[in-house]
């Protein structure tokens, strides 16, 4: 799509913030109107918008693809939305630990357990650790919690959540981020230690390192998303 309009600007209204080209609303793909809930957010999607150049690129414009995906995707199926999400409880990546060697275990350790060891408190119930990869089964107490937090979330901020869980691989991390128990870059890092003890095990990869920006840079994007729609 070419750019066919000088400037994209907020206004608030009943029903919510709306971002208009030039005075015309903006649709989702599914052609519902893009409200979103707060200024901030809005602001973002309008600067994105106002950021292209003479051929749109969806890719550069994070903000407007998670609010459309919020409200063609997850508001109409919310309950299914959240069923997907609470899957993660099941088998979260800080339950997996390496066998070895000591020094990555030792790692593992150092940036997980205080992740674990947050949501037990909250959940008044410990996790089940194991070493490998061969599945193991969470206390119903701690399965229960961990869903039920993720219906506590609200909707809007269910589609950033979603995508900080899969790229993550874990539920209890993302929990605690939105919680402001750790920060995203912190939990991105702290998520990654497998890729980068195999970097410095074997250097650098050229093709992994453009896959870890990405995914990074993913990361971060559904993370700042979050950040617009708690802060209004």
Known sequence: MKRFWKCAQVAAGDSGWSIALDGRGVRTPMRAELLVPG?????????????????????????????????????????DFRGQIAAYA????????????????????????PLLDWAAGKLECGFVVTQGIIPVDQPARVLAGLRDAIERIDPWLLAGAATLVQISGTLVGTLAHLERMIS????????SLDEAWQTEQWGEDAEERDRQARRRADFLNAARYCDLVVEG
């Not at 292209?52 to 890719?59: M, R, Y």
């Not at 339950?95 to 000591?102: F, K, L, N, T, W």
């Not at 995203?184 to 998520?191: G, H, K, P, S």
Request: glycine share 6%; aromatic share 6%.
């Open 39 to 79: 200024e901030a957010l809005a602001q973002a999607i309008a600067e994105e918008w106002n950021g292209q150049g003479e051929e749109v690129d969806p890719a550069s414009m994070p903000m407007t693809g998670f609010a459309n995906a919020t409200i063609d995707r997850v508001l109409p199926a919310i309950g």
């Open 90 to 113: 099941e088998s979260d990546l800080l339950c997996y630990r390496a066998e070895g060697p000591d020094a990555l275990v030792a790692r593992q350790a150092e940036a997980w357990d």
């Open 184 to 191: 995203a870059d912190a939990l991105f890092d702290a998520t």
